[in-house]
């Protein structure tokens, strides 16, 4: 059985850290792709960060880059989302994802149907 829990939201004043996890268990964790997506409330879920199984490269949205850094630990079959400098925008439900293993990325890793196994969620809540 797939499972995927976060772990690491909290409430956080502007321009504090936090570090996301995400353990995963009964999937090849190694070889798929994973990512971070959020959503507030009333509001569509977004792409935040994913990170390749084949080389490491890292992906993010354009609102988080230079703040958030995704990492894994394949051996520990984690992915992490340290988020440095938060905003009150940044206040979200933020949801893990993997793709199927062995998926070769062949467009961006920010589309939601790229992904097969969904967390469900840790909140994140920014007070400015």
């Known amino acids: 059985q797939v499972q995927l829990v976060e772990s690491g939201g909290g409430l956080v004043q502007a321009g504090g850290s936090l570090r996301l996890s995400c353990a995963a268990s009964g999937l090849t964790f190694s070889k798929c792709v994973m990512g971070w997506f959020r959503q507030a409330p009333g509001k569509e879920r977004k792409f935040v960060a994913a990170?390749?199984?084949?080389?490491?490269?890292?992906y993010y949205a354009d609102s988080v880059k230079g703040r958030f850094t995704i990492s894994r630990d394949d051996a520990e079959h984690t992915v992490y989302l340290r988020m440095n400098n938060l905003k009150h925008e940044d206040t979200a439900v933020f949801f893990c994802?993997?793709?199927?293993?062995?998926?070769?990325?062949?467009?961006?890793?920010?589309?939601?149907?790229?992904?097969?196994?969904w967390g469900q969620g840790t909140q994140v809540t920014v007070s400015s």
């Open positions: 990170i390749n199984w084949r080389d490491g490269n890292t």
């Open positions: 994802a993997a793709s199927l293993p062995y998926l070769i990325l062949t467009t961006t890793p920010s589309l939601t149907d790229l992904y097969d196994r």
